[in-house]
């Protein structure tokens, strides 16, 4: 067996605060060509304009000055964690929700989380505590991701446990019903998570994780790529367009992951999010 | 104010508004707001109608006046706000019709309205308008000054006194209970391609709870 690799809690707790900072203020490049790209296909001049603006926000948050939203959302956290890493000096949770305590902080973010969801629903101030997904995996390094979600986009989720018998045909109604729905809230075009199989809550970690993707990247399995490419046509086919003013360019992707399910079951989870696509990752 | 027509047919708009400006704002119009609203959103909302419950007055008055649904990030030294875009205004719904009694006549946030909503506007002669969901940036490029006048407490959701210079927004929901959304959206509706339960109508909007 491998000599466990020493990782000092600090080192993680630095990570996390940098890319809370980073990712709220600079979108991935994929998002900046993907709206680009957007404004060359629109066919609406009022969806045009709306890409203008969103192009000019883009920009003006890059600058570092103004965060891309005020909502600087759910801080959620991928972990994955090399079984040959001994993380050092404090508890790997507490090291992550203080690196997203600095970073909220010295980044001049908002805190949107409260407390408890339904008596006093007081505001943490901080934004802690994350969302956090730990995957135990090979090797002796940790991937640290950092994705800043949005609630407008968030609240805008669907799940449903589908037949077997709704089949493929069911499945893609479901997801092309819950973008149909999510209208201007969701702050279109954006991206469309796609969780399919697994049980109750995996179908929804799954359609997370589809989000995390690098946004655009086509599935690996060929029939699953076939399906997104399906689905984002139809998606544009609803007609919302930028901010759902009328358009062409209601998604920008749309990333489907699946996972074995049982015999009796079709699991669809739906996570729709908004063209504030914040999210960022690292190894240690 | 009167409400002044740009020669681009822009319309610039500044509190208090009359019912008289307020019918002058149609669905489709570009506004540009500027001077005084007050931001609130969720908890403020919450506790301002179980003021007005125990009978007590709100903390500012409300007759004329513009509400915009925002919680901006915090200001940077140096800045008057951080970010400060919409938030979605039919989580608003249930605690709306109140401020509108009150004589509220210009709303401020992100998607649309219900039919409910829509006939109380139409009732109180008050307006509904969008700005630019998740374009908080360019939003905080407007804001001239802010403070806080109550409810402290609520971080983020305190009820903040805006001054905004030229902040754009379209007018979503008029006094005639019209809904931009609805118009805009159905020409670009490709039926062929989807399913016929898909053909929904944009009220489905109004009763969802974004976020921002």
């Known amino acids: 067996m491998a000599e466990p690799r020493e990782i000092d809690a600090a080192e993680i707790t630095r990570v996390v605060r940098d890319l809370c900072i980073e990712i709220n203020y600079k979108v991935p490049e994929e998002m900046v060509r993907l709206v680009r790209r957007a404004r060359e296909l629109e066919e609406s001049p009022l969806g045009r304009q709306v890409l203008d603006l969103l192009i000019r926000n ?26 040959d890493v001994h993380v050092t000096g404090a508890d790997l949770y507490d090291a992550v ?10 980044g001049y973010l908002r805190g949107s989380i409260v407390r408890d969801p339904l008596f006093e629903r007081r505001n943490t101030g901080d934004n802690t505590p994350a969302f956090i997904h730990t995957r135990v995996v090979p ?26 018998a709704d089949g493929l045909e069911g499945a893609k109604e479901f997801v092309l019903q819950a973008v149909a729905e999510s209208g201007p809230n969701a702050c279109p075009p954006g991206i469309i998570g796609v969780g399919i199989g697994g049980n109750f809550e995996m179908s929804a970690v799954i359609a997370k994780r589809a989000l995390m993707r690098k946004v655009g990247q086509p599935s690996s399995d060929p029939q699953i790529a076939e399906l997104e490419a399906e689905l984002y046509e139809k998606c544009n086919a609803l007609g919302l367009g930028p901010e759902a003013l009328g358009g062409t360019q209601t998604v920008l992707a749309v990333h489907v992951e699946t996972m074995p399910t049982h015999i009796a079951s079709l699991p669809v989870a739906v996570n729709v999010e908004c063209h504030a696509h914040r999210t960022g990752s690292r190894v240690i | 104010m009167t409400v002044e027509v740009l020669d681009d047919g822009r319309k610039r708009i500044e509190a208090p508004l009359s019912d008289e400006d307020v019918r002058e704002l149609k669905i489709g119009d570009v506004v540009l707001v500027r001077g005084t609203v007050y931001a609130a959103r969720d908890a403020a909302h919450k506790r301002m109608v179980e003021m007005l419950d125990r009978g007590e007055e709100l ?42 009694e009150l004589g509220l006549k210009g709303i401020m946030g992100k998607g649309g309205r219900g039919p409910a909503i829509r ?22 490029l407007t804001v001239r000054s802010q403070e806080v006048i109550a409810f402290e407490d609520l971080a983020t959701e305190a009820i903040r006194r805006m001054e905004l210079d030229d902040f754009p927004v379209w007018v979503v929901n008029d ?38």
Not at chain 2, 187 to 206: G, I, M
């Open chain 1, 139 to 164: 090797g002796d390094q940790i991937r640290i991701q950092v994705d800043a979600k949005g609630a407008g986009s968030e609240n805008m989720g669907k799940h449903a446990m589908l037949k077997p």
């Open chain 1, 97 to 106: 929700n203080e690196g997203v305590r600095q970073g909220y902080g010295d």
């Open chain 2, 59 to 100: 903390p500012f008055d409300i007759a004329g006046q513009i509400v915009y649904y925002v919680g901006p990030t915090p200001e940077r030294p140096g800045h008057v706000t951080g970010s400060a875009g919409p938030t979605t205004a039919s989580r608003m719904d249930k605690w709306t019709p109140r401020l509108l």
């Open chain 2, 119 to 140: 006939g109380e506007l139409k009732e109180h002669t008050a307006v509904y308008m969008a700005a630019l969901g998740g374009g908080g940036a360019l939003a905080a």
């Open chain 1, 58 to 83: 883009q920009e003006l948050a890059a600058e570092g000055e103004y965060p891309y939203c005020q909502d600087t959302g759910y801080t959620v956290i991928f972990l994955d964690l090399g079984q």
């Open chain 2, 175 to 212: 006094c005639e209970g019209r809904d931009f959304y609805g118009e805009t959206v159905k020409p670009w509706r490709k039926n062929e391609l989807l399913p016929e339960s898909l053909h929904v109508s944009t009220d489905e909007w109004a009763g969802k709870n974004g976020g921002g």
